[in-house]
């Protein structure tokens, strides 16, 4: 027969609103403005409550809290029956993120989160008439809208009704993923009809009503849930989760609001539900629960036991993965899995990162040496261009190391298999489920699929609805994906046990670039360049509290607090600058306060490690051997006299003064006398005219816009630069994307662009023994960029120190360099390493990387000549006919309309190098550019420390620091040329035994110490540490 399948619809609509059995208004409240966490913080408060009545008053404002409370009698109508409270606004718009929400407190005990996808709080199943109840209401307004209703009423719902309506319609919305004429469709489709031909809904509530619907629940349950049950030949693993972002268009603040709300209501539909089993990630968001409903956490922790609530994720929170250091995110890792371990005593081996803007290809080694194996996501389903080949593979990094990957390929309801898009928020419904296995690609290895199910960002997680839609799934109906309640980490050791042996299993190389929010490299430029100074600094810290551990304790707990405000603010909103405007107002003093505590931290070892005298002494925190540039301050002096007498002349600068200096050691200092001269100084530099100087590495022309026209290599005898094309050109782009502004730069932005030539300024105002510079301002608009360019006697890096005060909107400036290298791929920095991106367009894989990311570099090089492009904050860049451009501000109004809007500084150097950069020692280069020498005044000439040292320039010592466990000193290093290298590491101090460990600090193995020196092997680009006792 034509329509049964909407004849059951017809009939379920009809269940639902009956099993609504009784409904009593509740419309009068009590209520206050204020933002109470508790009840008796709303009493405690010394403003009077106001009446509120719900049928004539509104409350307003956006980002606002109130307290409502009311004292309900339970009338007799609802002895011995279930009792609900129903809560809502007039507002019904899908993103219940940016809406109004609520906890519910009844007697002063947290009941449950209420927002737009959980409405309804269960209070009691077996009410007892005349009881008191104080019912309580914390509110929030949300950030959309100015006026709100309060809409509340108790209800019974009627058990019996519901479970049909349910055991009807989770069938019945499989249809949409089956053919009509498929077979198990006709067949549950004729059990359907024929449940409801045995209602009777002629008499809602009668007898003769209430027993065709026991005749029909007997029926359904027998015919559809036992005969034809028992399935399972697809199953989908699914795991309740609510992804909370731990900023976005909301601070941190609500954040910290929207997991007592959420977690409140995974509590609840857990004492519902005993099948019920959820996830959640970041331990930071269980540390703003402890903190604000210890109850509530509590409750967690008892879950947790239960084997019910899986804490798994591996980091502190989800961080950005392109712009976070290699360290940092060592760091996330030990915070993220330590906090885990010690509060409920599990061990994650899940990175859990469904929606970050790309994966760094150095992100499988930092796992597996951090515990952890397994690799979740789902973003990378948003491409533009590309869909990813696989679901379920391997991921191999720079290094080699293999991670077993799934993709979760959970669809919307009713959205196309052919779309790339999948979602972490989840509906736990049977065409969704059914979608997710369809568009699924590594059916013939494996057969069950991974759902993460729930709404997130304060949504509360699943729902009601999905949990009975769950219940009935786990039947295993025929031809209906059977579900079951699993945690994600037991779907993972199932599934590397299902595919291990499994030659079919693919592999995928190298980094998952994302082929979206490329804007997400450069947006917010200041808090990337806070970032980047916070991580240096912390490291600078950690090495000068080792050095000086002898003089003055270790600051652990200063560091671990400074290190997880780092932490958070690497989440994948905020470091990105996808967030609104008022979460950068707070990481703005959060960054300023931490980098003060850092100078004062490492101003006490500094002066702990100096003694007085008349030297001035340079610290290193490299890890090489370093001669470079050091910005002296005020001193009196005409050169500094090394031990073997060497000089090295002091030019005076509108600062101070700067030196070149040689030999450093590495992770150390040198002590050098200040001494005055009676040679008069000279300098190398020649300033032929106005627009063309001379220098020992390179003849530099400019021409009347300040522009380099020119640059040759004076040792190479070659043009850096592309005949007629200039460098150091500053041009602006139209920056209009089409769908999510601050995220995302498009293809099409090259499309309108203004090269900026009004320069207002031009003058020479260093020439002397060290350096030569050239300062140039340019306007454009309202904007103006000044640039000290300095070229230097020693070093063949030039640099570019710039200040830009920018007035633009949803435009992008970048700084090209049009190099004279023939190339078809560009190196860039990334965490622990590099990797080659080609940068033609020859596939559509080429295509998308239009923009990528690199961290201190990038370079271009042919045969025996190249060149690297350094900075000190920036990560956008693209190259295109060896044209090196490097993305500074993007500038987009969405949803911080004000974003980059702000005084800006930043240092980039062009490197022109012979050979390629692993001759060159970009690397190093890039290091020095980063982590400019300390300098101290004091100190006795002569006197020097290396803490640790390598012997071969391909290994990066990159980390110097105290043990976690308090015990020992750690020494991190990586290689960084792709080179398997044995290398002897020297150290000082009195230590009697070295181990490996893993990045945890774990040790796996004991090390030969002898005189001091280590020999260490290390694999291409391997991340190696030591702990020294």
């Known amino acids: 027969m034509d329509f049964l399948d909407k004849r059951v619809g017809v009939i379920c609509n009809e269940l639902k609103k009956l099993k609504v059995k009784q409904i009593f208004p509740l419309t009068q409240w009590e209520y206050k403005e204020g933002n109470f966490v508790h009840p008796e913080d709303a009493l405690n408060d010394a403003a009077a409550w106001e009446n509120f009545d719900c049928k004539t008053m509104h409350w307003y404002g956006k980002d606002r809290h109130y307290w409502f409370r009311t004292v309900y009698t339970v009338p007799q109508e609802l002895d011995g029956k279930n009792m609900w409270i129903r809560i809502s606004s007039q507002i019904d718009e899908w993103d219940d993120a940016k809406n109004p929400q609520f906890i519910v407190f009844i007697n002063g005990e947290i009941y449950q989160g209420i927002d737009m996808n959980h409405r309804e709080c269960l209070i009691t199943q077996s009410a007892k008439a005349g009881d008191t109840l104080t019912i309580e209401l914390q509110a929030y307004t949300g950030i959309l809208?100015?006026?709100?209703?309060l809409r509340t009423q108790i209800e019974e719902i009627d058990a019996g009704i519901e479970s049909l309506y349910y055991d009807l319609w989770v069938p019945l919305t499989a249809f949409s993923r089956m053919e009509a004429d498929d077979k198990n469709r006709k067949d549950i489709e004729y059990v359907l009809n024929e449940t409801i031909n045995l209602l009777d809904l002629r008499t809602p509530y009668s007898e003769s009503f209430y027993q065709s619907v026991e005749e029909a629940s007997s029926y359904i349950r027998k015919a559809l849930y036992e005969d034809m049950a028992g399935y399972g030949d697809v199953i989908a693993t699914c795991i309740g989760h609510?992804?909370?972002?731990?900023?976005?268009?909301?601070?941190?603040?609500?954040?910290?609001?929207?997991?007592?709300?959420?977690?409140?209501?995974?509590?609840?539909?857990?004492?519902?539900?005993?099948?019920?089993?959820?996830?959640?990630?970041?331990?930071?968001?269980?540390?703003?629960?402890?903190e604000r409903y210890p109850e509530l956490y509590e409750k967690v922790k008892q879950r947790i036991k239960e084997k019910r609530w899986e804490p798994e994720g591996g980091m502190w929170v989800e961080a950005d993965c392109n712009l976070t250091s290699g360290e940092s995110l060592?760091?996330?890792?030990?915070h993220g899995k330590r906090f885990f371990k010690e509060e409920f005593g599990v061990d994650n081996r899940i990175?859990?990162?469904?929606?970050?803007?790309?994966?760094?290809?150095?992100?499988?080694?930092?796992?597996?040496?951090?515990?952890?194996?397994?690799?979740?996501?789902?973003?990378l389903a948003w491409n533009q261009f590309n869909k990813v080949p696989y679901d379920t593979m391997l991921w191999r990094g720079i290094d080699g190391t293999e991670v077993l990957t799934h993709l979760i390929t959970t669809l919307g309801v009713n959205q196309p298999i052919k779309d790339y898009f999948t979602t972490y928020n989840g509906i736990l419904h049977p065409d969704a489920i059914m979608g997710g296995w369809m568009r699924y690609q590594n059916k013939d290895i494996n057969n069950d699929i991974l759902v993460s199910y729930g709404y997130g960002d304060g949504g509360g997680g699943p729902t009601r609805e999905m949990l009975e839609t769950s219940i009935r799934m786990e039947k295993g109906i025929k031809g209906i994906p059977k579900v079951r309640q699993e945690f994600s980490r037991t779907y993972f050791e199932e599934l590397e046990e299902r595919v291990k042996d499994d030659r079919r299993l693919p592999v995928w190389e190298g980094e998952f670039y994302f082929e979206y929010h490329r804007g997400t490299y450069t947006s917010m430029a200041r808090n990337k360049r806070s970032n980047r100074k916070a991580e240096l600094g912390l490291m600078d810290l950690e090495l000068l509290s080792v050095?000086?551990?002898?003089?003055?304790?270790?600051?652990?707990?200063?560091?671990?607090r400074i290190w997880k405000k780092v932490l958070i603010n690497q989440f994948h909103d905020i470091l990105p600058g996808s967030s609104i405007h008022e979460v950068y107002e707070v990481t703005k003093e959060e960054y300023a306060t931490l980098q003060k505590?850092?100078?004062?931290?490492?101003?006490?070892?500094?002066?702990?490690?100096?003694?007085?005298?008349?030297?001035?002494?340079?610290?290193?925190?490299?890890?090489?051997?370093?001669?470079?540039?050091?910005?002296?301050?005020e001193v009196n002096a005409d050169a500094l006299k090394d031990t073997d007498g060497k000089l090295y002349p002091i030019q005076k600068t509108a600062e101070g003064a700067v030196a070149y200096v040689r030999h450093l050691p590495s992770k150390g200092y040198k002590t050098f006398a200040a001494v005055s001269t009676d040679a008069g100084q000279t300098t190398p530099f020649i300033l032929i005219d106005d627009y063309t100087l001379d220098t020992p590495f390179y003849t530099i022309h400019l021409d009347t816009n300040g522009c380099f026209d020119r640059l040759y290599d004076k040792d190479n005898d070659r043009e850096v630069l592309q005949a007629g094309k200039k460098g150091n050109l500053f041009r602006m782009y139209e920056d209009k994307p089409i769908y999510y502004d601050n995220w995302d730069v498009d293809i099409y932005y090259t499309e309108k662009y203004w090269d900026i030539n009004d320069m207002t300024s031009m003058k020479w105002t260093e020439c002397g023994p060290v350096r030569a510079t050239l300062e140039i301002e340019r306007k454009e608009s309202q904007s103006v960029i000044r640039q000290k360019i300095h070229f230097y006697a020693d070093s063949r890096r030039i640099e570019f120190e710039t200040y830009v005060d920018w007035k633009e909107h949803q435009t992008l400036l970048k700084v090209h360099f049009p190099v004279n290298i023939h190339t078809d791929e560009a190196t860039f920095d990334v965490q622990f390493g590099n990797l080659t991106r080609k940068v033609h367009t020859n596939t559509s894989w080429d295509k998308a990387r239009f923009e990528s990311c690199g961290q201190k570099w990038i370079d271009l090089s042919e045969g025996h000549y190249g060149v690297s492009m350094l900075n000190d904050c920036k990560y956008g860049h693209s190259v295109k006919d060896s044209n090196m451009a490097l993305t500074l501000i993007k500038s987009g109004i969405e949803p911080n309309p004000v974003a980059d809007q702000e005084e800006h500084y930043f240092t980039y150097a062009l490197y022109p190098h012979a050979g390629k950069w692993q001759e060159a020692r970009t690397v190093e280069q890039a290091y020095d550019l980063n982590q400019p020498a300390i300098v101290v005044a004091g100190g006795k000439p002569g006197s020097h420390l290396s803490k640790a040292s390598v012997d071969k320039s391909n290994v990066v010592l990159e980390t110097i620091k105290c043990a976690e466990c308090g015990e020992g000193t750690i020494i991190r290093m990586y290689e960084s040329e792709n080179a398997l290298t044995k290398t002897n590491l020297m150290v000082s101090g009195n230590y009697k035994k070295a181990f490996i460990c893993n990045l945890l600090e774990e040790e796996e193995a004991e090390l030969e110490l002898k005189g001091g020196i280590i020999c260490v092997q290390l694999k291409p680009y391997e991340v190696v540490t030591v702990k020294l006792i």
Not at 547 to 560: G, H, M, S, V, W
Not at 600 to 629: P, Q, W
């Open 145 to 149: 809208h100015e006026e709100f209703a």
């Open 242 to 290: 609510t992804h909370i972002d731990v900023a976005w268009w909301w601070t941190v603040a609500q954040t910290r609001e929207k997991v007592g709300r959420s977690f409140a209501t995974v509590l609840k539909l857990m004492d519902e539900y005993p099948g019920y089993k959820f996830m959640s990630s970041q331990p930071q968001l269980y540390a703003f629960l402890k």
């Open 330 to 334: 060592v760091r996330q890792f030990m």
């Open 351 to 379: 990175l859990w990162l469904p929606d970050v803007f790309g994966y760094s290809g150095a992100l499988p080694q930092i796992m597996k040496k951090c515990g952890i194996d397994y690799f979740m996501t789902t973003k």
């Open 547 to 560: 050095l000086a551990q002898a003089q003055i304790a270790y600051p652990a707990e200063e560091l671990d």
């Open 597 to 633: 505590e850092i100078k004062a931290l490492e101003e006490e070892r500094l002066r702990a490690l100096v003694e007085d005298g008349e030297g001035i002494t340079i610290f290193n925190t490299t890890g090489h051997d370093r001669s470079d540039i050091v910005e002296l301050g």
